[in-house]
């Protein structure tokens, strides 16, 4: 069981933004086509929280696009789920806003209430933080050790040239 508790705990993000039902979110997702990726954002209403506290933590979030209601879970730990921000906060009594389906209009409306949106979508996660600034490290590294590299083949190439050049000027 410990063993399980731990796999998990691996897969999590080190914070996420504290999303709940009836508010408005920004989802930034990762879409890989072909060899390409492209950061896809999907705006619209949370009308679903599962599990807020596990790895598989997932919210259902509902727009209305070209007429047609569109609806896209996210599970919020996932990799390809690059950031979640919380544009608009409503008051709502139940986790399940189910009802908001067959709801258009004005009567689709939910009230809305005031919150700090900078203190709730600025998540800092350390852990990511400093191994990004590893893998900078990590990458400069690599590039001094290729410039360097790079310089040592120039400087024994311009040797071998002068010397080619040198013997010519002999003969």
Excluded: C, W
Excluded at 53 to 77: D, N
Excluded at 153 to 161: D, F, M, R
């Amino acid at each position: 069981m410990e063993y399980i508790k731990e796999l998990e705990a691996s897969f999590k993000k080190g914070a996420v933004v504290d999303v709940r039902s009836g508010d408005t979110v920004k989802v930034h997702q990762k879409i890989r086509e072909g060899n390409k990726e492209r950061v896809q954002i999907f705006q619209g209403l949370v009308i679903r929280t599962d599990r807020k506290e596990s790895h598989t933590s997932r919210i259902t979030v509902r727009r209305i696009a070209s007429g047609i209601g569109v609806e896209k879970s996210f599970l919020l730990h996932s990799p390809l789920v690059l950031k979640v921000e919380v544009t608009k906060r409503s008051k709502v009594r139940r986790n399940n806003l189910s009802y908001m389906r067959s709801l258009t209009g004005k009567s689709a409306r939910l009230t809305g209430v005031d919150f700090d949106r900078k203190a709730v979508n600025d998540i800092r996660d350390l852990e990511a933080e400093k191994a990004e600034a590893e893998a900078k490290a990590a990458a400069l590294a690599e590039a001094e050790a290729k410039a360097a590299e790079k310089a040592a083949e120039e400087a024994e190439l311009k040797a071998k040239q002068d010397a080619v050049a040198a013997a010519h000027d002999a003969a």
